[in-house]
């Protein structure tokens, strides 16, 4: 049974709602399980695949799409150096709200990531971050919607199209990593990464820390 604890409307128009299940917060768009804080290993494998050339650096900055409930950006903290910059793109508010501490509900979950002084939060279109930072980020880590097949916005679209491709290739820094969170295989999406120049390798992953949970997809594309 689930216990509604806030709901928003997302900019498209779409039902967003903040929910417990037991001892699990869940998030679902239009009725729809957008994702759950059960499993988040696919996520924490994101981090750590598309940081690998990144944490080398002594002061890289990395750009994370989307902040969901933080676990992303708590495996990016942890492995990164302390040298390193993280910004966060989210275009809900009340995302960001709930993940806030002492008080959002999904704070804790990942340890009040957005209290590290190394995050600063951009509430809004990444897309707008992607124009606005060319050749910046040693790292890209996309985790926005179910990946580019499954939209809860109509605008992620074009964040996954040939041009959102593109912007994405742009805002790289040399040698930089792009790593894109699925919750499938993309054939079409494949062929774009790579026609925009990417080297591209897929990784498919569990969606729990421990054995077992369905399996997601990462595409890692290295400039």
């Not at 216990?3 to 128009?13: F, K, T, Y």
């Not at 695949?49 to 933080?70: D, E, K, N």
């Not at 990946?147 to 809860?152: I, K, L, Y």
């Not at 040698?175 to 494949?190: F, I």
């Amino acid at each position: 049974m689930f216990e509604l604890i806030d709901r928003v409307e997302s900019p498209g128009g779409s039902d967003v709602t903040l929910n417990r299940h037991g001892a699990d917060m869940v998030i679902l768009v239009n009725g729809k399980n957008l994702m759950s804080s059960r499993e988040h290993g696919s996520e924490e494998a994101l981090a750590t695949m598309g940081c690998a050339r990144a944490r080398s650096l002594p002061a890289p900055v990395v750009l994370i799409g989307g902040l969901g409930m933080g676990f992303t950006l708590r495996a990016t903290l942890d492995y990164l150096p302390p040298g390193a910059s993280v910004v966060v793109a989210e275009l809900l508010d009340a995302v960001v709200r709930w993940n806030t501490p002492p008080r959002g509900p999904l704070s804790q979950l990942a340890g009040h990531p957005l209290a590290d002084p190394r995050v600063s939060v951009v509430q809004g279109d990444v897309l707008d971050t992607l124009r606005a930072n060319p050749r910046r980020f040693d790292a890209i880590l996309m985790d926005v919607d179910n990946g580019p097949t499954a939209f809860s916005q109509e605008g992620n679209a074009g964040l996954y199209d040939n041009a959102g491709v593109a912007l994405m290739r742009d805002a790289l820094a040399p040698r930089g990593t792009l790593a894109v969170w699925s919750a499938q295989e993309d054939r079409r999406y494949e062929h774009r990464l790579r026609h925009a120049g990417f080297e591209l390798t897929t990784e498919r992953v569990r969606s729990r820390l421990k054995k077992g949970g369905s399996r997601h997809v990462i595409f890692l594309a290295q400039s």
